[in-house]
């Protein structure tokens, strides 16, 4: 395979006092509503690991294989979330309903990650735990996915396991891109590779689905109006996945590790980004351009892509998409 940053370019600019301190490459690709290529900087058919940018695309796929959850649970399942009360009660919700506890969650133990809500889970007495984790709600409704199916827990999270051979199937169907390679995520889950052109590709057809008569109620359709609907629980306080869908009217946006970002729109439009050092940094100002290009109201995404570079806690400089 093509190194990711082969044919990388500069998509931001770190300004601190007035000069470029830094600069972030990577990889956009922007398609109009009848899925044209409207914007492509860098190489919009990089194979790239979409990391949690494909968890909408994978609850798509549990959601075919039978998984029973309300819009809050869907959106869990969808999230990368902070561990705030609110997002761990409605995994508990998620599992109960199917009669599963937390300690059949088998995702990486870890602290939640919105700092405040990490500290009081430690003064509660607890440490690192699967349920803290970012993606429980994921795992969640893997569990979930594999009673309704009448699948073994037992191996959930192997590629080989018949729940991930059926996600396996729903991304290489979702993203029209076959999955080159298979790994294992920070999580603990098979994750599938994809192209950038293909991951802005689903989402486009997520972003339309809910606003179309005939979709609105697949699978599809179902996971967008629920993130849409849901977006505190894709992401919680202060993330700028939640911010962006509180902003723009049926957006459908997931951000992911390593610099990923994809976001589709209620007409059919997509953006999906790879910033090739792996820093989240860059990533909300980057995604805000897209937008724009997109056709988005720069009034909408302007203030959530806004990041300012600090000196002794005040704003001395900003990071800038070049685009």
């Given at each position: 395979?093509?190194?990711?940053?082969?044919?990388?370019?500069?998509?931001?600019?770190?300004?601190?006092?007035?000069?470029?301190?830094?600069?972030?490459?990577?990889?956009?690709?922007?398609?109009?509503?009848?899925?044209?290529?409207?914007?492509?900087?860098?190489?919009?058919?990089?194979?790239?690991?979409?990391?949690?940018?494909?968890?909408?695309?994978?609850?798509?796929?549990?959601?075919?294989?039978?998984?029973?959850?309300?819009?809050?649970?869907?959106?869990?399942?969808?999230?990368?979330?902070?561990?705030?009360?609110?997002?761990?009660?409605?995994?508990?919700?998620?599992?109960?309903?199917?009669?599963?506890?937390?300690?059949?969650?088998?995702?990486?133990?870890?602290?939640?990650?919105?700092?405040?809500?990490?500290?009081?889970?430690?003064?509660?007495?607890?440490?690192?735990?699967?349920?803290?984790?970012?993606?429980?709600?994921?795992?969640?409704?893997?569990?979930?996915?594999?009673?309704?199916?009448?699948?073994?827990?037992?191996?959930?999270?192997?590629?080989?396991?018949?729940?991930?051979?059926?996600?396996?199937?729903?991304?290489?169907?979702?993203?029209?891109?076959?999955?080159?390679?298979?790994?294992?995520?920070?999580?603990?889950?098979?994750?599938?590779?994809?192209?950038?052109?293909?991951?802005?590709?689903?989402?486009?057809?997520?972003?339309?689905?809910?606003?179309?008569?005939?979709?609105?109620?697949?699978?599809e359709g179902r996971v967008a109006?629920?993130?849409?609907?849901?977006?505190?629980?894709?992401?919680?306080?202060?993330?700028?996945?939640?911010?962006?869908?509180?902003?723009?009217?049926?957006?459908?946006?997931?951000?992911?590790?390593?610099?990923?970002?994809?976001?589709?729109?209620?007409?059919?439009?997509?953006?999906?980004?790879k910033i090739v050092d792996g820093?989240?940094?860059?990533?909300?100002?980057?995604?805000?351009?897209?937008?724009?290009?997109?056709?988005?109201?720069?009034?909408?995404?302007?203030?959530?892509?806004?990041?300012?570079?600090?000196?002794?806690?005040?704003?001395?400089?900003?990071?800038?998409?070049?685009?």
């Open positions: 395979m093509t190194d990711v940053a082969t044919s990388a370019v500069p998509l931001a600019r770190v300004v601190r006092g007035g000069l470029v301190e830094s600069v972030h490459a990577g990889h956009v690709v922007v398609l109009a509503p009848d899925g044209d290529v409207r914007l492509a900087l860098g190489d919009p058919d990089v194979t790239i690991w979409a990391r949690s940018s494909l968890k909408p695309l994978q609850a798509v796929g549990m959601l075919r294989h039978g998984l029973d959850a309300h819009d809050e649970q869907l959106a869990i399942a969808c999230a990368s979330h902070n561990a705030e009360a609110g997002h761990l009660d409605t995994v508990r919700a998620l599992l109960a309903a199917h009669g599963l506890t937390v300690s059949d969650l088998d995702n990486t133990p870890d602290w939640p990650l919105d700092p405040e809500a990490a500290w009081s889970w430690r003064e509660q007495g607890n440490g690192r735990e699967p349920l803290a984790q970012n993606c429980s709600g994921k795992h969640a409704a893997m569990l979930a996915t594999c009673v309704a199916a009448g699948w073994s827990l037992a191996g959930y999270r192997e590629a080989g396991h018949p729940l991930q051979r059926a996600l396996h199937d729903a991304v290489a169907e979702l993203t029209g891109v076959p999955v080159t390679a298979t790994t294992v995520d920070g999580c603990g889950a098979a994750l599938f590779s994809t192209s950038l052109v293909g991951l802005a590709r689903a989402f486009g057809r997520l972003g339309r689905a809910p606003h179309d008569p005939a979709h609105a109620g697949t699978p109006a629920a993130m849409t609907a849901h977006p505190w629980h894709v992401g919680g306080t202060g993330r700028d996945a939640t911010r962006f869908m509180q902003a723009v009217p049926g957006l459908v946006a997931k951000d992911g590790a390593d610099g990923v970002y994809a976001a589709g729109l209620a007409d059919g439009g997509a953006v999906a980004l820093s989240a940094r860059p990533r909300a100002a980057v995604l805000a351009a897209a937008l724009r290009a997109a056709g988005v109201d720069p009034a909408l995404v302007d203030e959530v892509g806004r990041t300012p570079v600090l000196g002794h806690g005040e704003p001395v400089g900003a990071v800038e998409a070049t685009f």
